[in-house]
């Protein structure tokens, strides 16, 4: 077989290509879209069909498509070294750079970072050292990992053992050994008749029940996303943050603050623990590092690991060929020039965050809507059958991917998971990118709601 048996690009793409997160046999007789170009944030299709990708890619085009700065920094490091290992004591100039910027924005009790090339690995990585820094300590019985049911932490092993996905865990047998999961925020689908507040203080204390359960002596470590993405963007109860970090200290486990979307930008503020006001020992990032220009992640370490790494683990046997890839490293050092530079957190903060929401909330009245809620430039917008009881549609799902079909026939792209609807648009979005982005949501609802009926 050579590619001149087939008349398109998606034929060929369908004959060979196995994509994550997708049902194979389903995609090779519906097809795939086939993405050609891409500028500020706007995505361009084969045929030539434009849509505004209210995703980021996959809610990490912070700087937006089409940044020719970061084209020429990668050009030039590849020019004058495009590879060199950060293994036995050698380093590279934008690694280090990299790492000296990232941690200047990640708070006085953050100063180093380990590189990886995704976020899952970057999961595998804190996981690692977490349970090597207690080990130093003289406590290697303290391995037990809590995190939460419908969380998401990538999908290596490790990844999506932490994570708390069922159809994930069913497959390939997991969650593996030592990993333990409790109840997730989510207060409209599951608060019942609690204030949100109360509903925040319970499920946070589910963290306490469950160290006091397995023994404080045997659990490292409890890692939760700041906000849940994958699972729906779901924003937690005001309480909720406060109370985990109140119990992470006085139990004397290691909290672990999931960045790998909240952080660079997207809730307002550089990383998503400065919005929630807690401080994470160790803190994976990813995506928005680079803004998906090139692969890249990697691993915020607090001086209290950094500090137990250096004087008593001797080597730390983990790596990767890439990491602190300089290429990959260039392309996140360019991005987070332009981050500053462009006063993008500032921006998400004080103008394009607030407007976002007051347009997004503006779908509160429509009929198949509960609730529409964001913060920064990330938004959930919840389907209910009843707003006053907060019943939930029972073919939910279905209804979540026809609003999605929906704005995507009309030149939006919108995430569903599940009855929720969202949103994660690239930072650099206009007021009028704004305003049309909630303007072909509400018709995707409407053309539901028209459908249903
Ligand atoms: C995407 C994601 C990951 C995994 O990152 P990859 O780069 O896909 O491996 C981990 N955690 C969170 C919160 C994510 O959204």
């Known amino acids: 077989m050579n590619e001149h048996q087939y008349s398109n690009i998606s034929q060929i793409d369908t004959a060979h290509h196995i994509h994550p997160f997708n049902n194979a046999g389903e995609l090779k007789e519906k097809g795939v879209r086939v993405m050609t170009s891409a500028k500020g944030v706007y995505v361009t299709d084969s045929n030539g069909k434009h849509y505004l990708d209210g995703f980021a890619g996959l809610w990490c085009v912070n700087v937006g498509y089409g940044r020719e700065r970061i084209t020429r920094a990668v050009t030039q490091q590849m020019n004058e070294l495009p590879y060199y290992n950060s293994f036995f004591g050698t380093t590279n100039t934008p690694a280090a750079l990299l790492a000296q910027k990232v941690t200047e924005h990640a708070g006085p009790h953050m100063n180093h970072v380990f590189f990886t090339n995704s976020g899952s690995e970057a999961t595998d990585t804190w996981f690692r050292l977490a349970r090597t820094y207690w080990a130093a300590l003289g406590k290697p019985q303290k391995t037990a990992v809590i995190a939460r049911r419908n969380g998401y932490h990538g999908s290596t092993v490790a990844g999506a053992s932490l994570g708390g996905m069922k159809p994930m865990h069913a497959q390939g047998g997991l969650p593996i050994e030592g990993i333990h999961h409790i109840n997730q925020p989510y207060w409209y689908g ?12 319970l499920r946070a204390r589910e963290l306490e029940a469950k160290i006091d359960e397995l023994g404080e002596d045997n659990v490292a470590a409890f890692v939760a996303e700041p906000i849940q993405g994958a699972g729906g963007v779901i924003i937690p109860p005001s309480t909720y943050w406060p109370e985990i970090a109140r119990i992470c200290k006085a139990r004397n486990i290691l909290l672990i603050s999931d960045e790998v979307i909240c952080g660079f930008g997207r809730l307002g503020t550089w990383f998503g ?28 370490i607090s001086d209290r690991v950094a500090d ?13 060929t890439y990491s602190g890839h300089p290429v990959a490293a260039a392309a996140a050092l360019e991005n987070i020039k332009i981050i500053e530079e462009e006063n993008l957190v500032a921006r998400v903060h004080d103008d394009i965050g607030p407007a976002f929401h007051a347009g997004w909330k503006t779908l509160e009245d429509h009929p198949l809507v509960g609730e529409a809620e964001s913060v920064g430039l990330i938004a959930g917008l919840q389907l209910a059958a009843d707003k006053a009881t907060r019943r939930r549609f029972e073919n939910g799902d279905k209804l979540g991917s026809m609003v999605r079909d929906a704005a995507l026939a009309d030149g939006l792209i919108l995430r569903a998971t599940g009855d929720r609807m969202l949103a994660s648009p690239p930072l650099i979005i206009s007021h009028a990118e704004v305003a049309h982005l909630v303007s072909i949501t509400r018709k995707a609802l409407d053309t539901v709601l028209t459908a249903v009926n």
């Open 273 to 300: 623990y400065q919005h929630f006001g807690v401080e994470p020992d160790m803190a994976p990032i990813a995506k928005g590092l680079s803004s998906g220009y090139l692969p890249i992640g990697g691993v915020l």
């Open 190 to 201: 599951e608060g019942g008749d609690m204030t949100p507040d109360e509903f925040g203080l």
């Open 308 to 320: 137990v790494l250096t004087k008593h683990v001797g080597e730390f046997n983990h790596g990767y």
